[in-house]
């Protein structure tokens, strides 16, 4: 969990925070438009919050937020368009980018379409925040961020319930970490779900030293904490040894939800960096909707099938999940490891690898993907081994995927996803 150097790079995702009791930072002379709603004659336009090179691509070195109508093919560049961002961290939730800084204080910041139809910078509508360490969405309004803590010395947790529509914190929680863990040890939590009316946050289980956390100390088995909401209470923790601990720090996933109401969560049963060997196989544990307690007539051995361990999993729809498998046995944790695209169906219990995508590096965090909401399409973002960043796009019932669009002049990619008005 040595993960300092990492923690330097610019992030996805997926969050948002605030104080409540705080006032909004704005600044009335910024003449902003106002906000698009979605209507019946809506338009759509994928967004990217990336990295750029530095001034020869045409701009200069930094964040920006770029839209663009067609990845399938051709070349997407910031040059004339290119918002700047200064966030480390970004979600999207109620048709906006959120843009979260790391650090005390810092504001959450909304991105999105403006009436006049540009991509706009909302700083009248911003809100100052606490260090972010999870979050996700509840609903179609509302973010839940959980503050960055993973030493024993500072062991409570600060949970806030944000409403992205009204552009406030609602409420805020707190929880204390090391009582989660329990035995002297300290919980790190990887991500923040929905299922059902509950959230759920898988942990990891550490030593709790130092600014990160020290060394995993539980290798062989799943933990997850169950919250209520609104209030974010600690409602119950459940666990399952034949499991491991699901995701890494900034991770956002690990836990995906079906349309009939069951979950499912994987995990990839690597190698510590201390060294500790799971003991458990990379699989797929289930939660029946409404149980909230591990399904023991359930579980799939992915590694069995030969294929790999799974490394990251985004939900795509029907009992389908969009996969990252390891291609060799070397695993990674919020970076490292070459990876490839798999299709894996929880019900069927079946694997299949996807043809046109080649293997590469696994991107720091998490998967940038994009699912339409019909599932049948998915789109990647992956940096080739030449450096270059392109969007594959996958026909999912086929599990084939073809190279779309050119990232020109960048050096990472740290959210993407679409957005209308």
């Not at 300092?4 to 610019?10: E, W």
């Not at 925040?129 to 999870?134: E, L, S, T, Y």
């Not at 929680?173 to 939590?189: K, P």
Request: hydrophobic share 35%; with cysteine.
């Amino acid at each position: 969990m040595k993960q300092s150097q990492n923690l330097v790079k610019v992030f996805l995702l997926v969050g948002f925070f605030g104080i409540g009791l705080m006032s909004c930072s704005k600044n009335k002379d910024i003449q902003e438009p106002e906000i698009a709603k979605p209507g019946a004659e809506t338009k759509k336009e994928f967004v990217f919050v990336v990295t750029s090179e530095a001034a020869g691509e045409g701009g200069g070195a930094g964040s920006y937020v770029v839209s663009s109508e067609n990845v399938s093919s051709g070349e997407i560049s910031i040059v004339g368009k290119g918002i700047p961002s200064n966030e480390f961290y970004f979600n999207v939730q109620n048709n906006l980018v959120f843009g979260l800084t790391y650090s005390n204080q810092g504001p959450i910041t909304p991105y999105g379409f403006g009436t006049n139809g540009k991509l706009t910078r909302f700083d009248n509508k911003t809100v100052n925040a606490v260090r972010p360490g999870i979050f996700g969405n509840y609903g179609t309004k509302n973010t839940i961020i959980g503050s960055t803590n993973r030493s024993l010395t500072d062991p409570v947790a600060t949970l806030m319930n944000y409403n992205a529509e009204s552009f406030l914190i609602q409420n805020q929680a707190t929880i204390n970490l090391a009582e989660l863990a329990g035995n002297g040890r300290m919980a790190i939590w990887t991500g923040l779900f929905q299922v059902g009316d509950k959230i759920y946050i898988p942990y990891q289980i550490a030593e709790g030293e130092g600014n990160w956390g020290g060394n995993i100390t539980e290798v062989n088995k799943t933990t997850i904490a169950i919250l209520s909401y609104p209030d974010l209470k600690l409602v119950k923790k459940i666990s399952d040894d034949r499991g491991s601990f699901v995701g890494n720090w900034g991770s956002q996933q690990g836990i995906g939800v079906l349309a009939n109401g069951d979950a499912y969560t994987w995990f990839t049963s690597g190698t510590t960096e201390n060294g500790l060997v799971p003991k458990n196989p990379s699989g797929i544990l289930r939660v029946k909707k409404g149980t909230d307690e591990f399904d023991k007539s359930y579980f799939f051995n992915v590694e069995a099938l030969g294929k790999g361990k799974i490394a990251r999993g985004n939900y795509i729809s029907g009992t389908k999940f969009l996969m990252t498998l390891y291609a060799s046995t070397e695993t990674g944790g919020v970076g490292g490891g070459k990876v490839k695209l798999a299709i894996v169906d929880a019900e069927a219990k079946t694997v299949s690898e996807i043809s046109g995508a080649p293997v590469h590096d696994q991107t720091d965090y998490n998967n940038k993907i994009y699912i339409e909401k019909d599932g049948k399409t998915a789109y990647y973002v992956m940096q080739e081994d030449n450096k270059e960043f392109y969007v594959y796009v996958i026909d999912v019932a086929t599990a084939t995927a073809k190279k779309g669009a050119r990232l020109r002049g960048i050096t990472n990619v740290a959210a993407f996803s679409k957005l209308e008005y």
